[in-house]
């Protein structure tokens, strides 16, 4: 099985640098949609078996623009939340969590956001384990999955069996790029990572 994985088009607070997370939801930028084209014409010739979308809008809107299959949410691919920050400039939320935000950004493995009702680093990846034991189970060929970020940053690199200390050694998903995973014995292989298309 292949996982494809696509972030969003870009939103009005990616560009203004705000904490969207589950709660905050703006609207994609009129440029996103030429970027999301792309992804579509690159993604046209695979016939997909399930595509499944974070019910988030600014995700559901992406997959429904990339493909002309069916289109179910999943609750597993959200965004993370991060509780009290969600909304909030990035560059207030690190002037009052310096070091949590640091972690959140660079060693997921010291990420501690209790102190703003965040969402565990476990939470998360559990999250995607129990999406990828369905789908495994599913004897699915291609499956086309639209989230996040943050999560799905977290997410896809712990299928592909990354360490925790390493969720985000390459850096944090672009928005409207493509990830694929190939599923092996042990765990996803990364055939490719965060392409922009």
Not at 108 to 126: N, P, R, T, Y
Not at 175 to 197: A, C, P, Q, Y
Request: glycine share 8%.
């Amino acid at each position: 099985m292949k996982i494809y994985f696509v972030r969003h088009g870009k939103t009005e607070w990616n560009l203004e640098r705000r904490l969207q997370g589950q709660k905050g939801d703006s609207a994609l930028l009129p440029e996103s949609y030429q970027a999301i084209e792309r992804v579509r014409q690159y993604l046209d010739p695979i016939s997909f078996d399930k595509v499944l979308s974070s019910p988030q809008q600014r995700a559901l809107t992406t997959a429904k623009l990339i493909t002309d299959s069916a289109v179910s949410t999943d609750n597993r691919l959200s965004e993370w939340n991060f509780g009290e920050l969600e909304g909030c400039l990035i560059t207030d939320a690190i002037a009052k969590y310096p070091k949590e935000m640091h972690d959140s950004r660079f060693e997921l493995d010291k990420f501690d956001g209790s102190a703003f009702g965040a969402e565990s680093v476990e939470s998360v990846l559990s999250r995607f384990d129990a999406l990828a034991r369905d789908l495994l189970t599913a004897d699915l060929e291609n499956v086309l999955l639209v989230g996040h970020g943050a999560s799905g940053t977290a997410g896809i690199r712990h299928l592909a069996g990354f360490d925790v200390a390493e969720l985000r050694t390459g850096g944090g998903l672009a928005n409207n790029t493509l990830t694929i995973l190939e599923s092996g014995h042990r765990h996803f292989e990364m055939k490719i990572w965060d392409k922009v298309l």
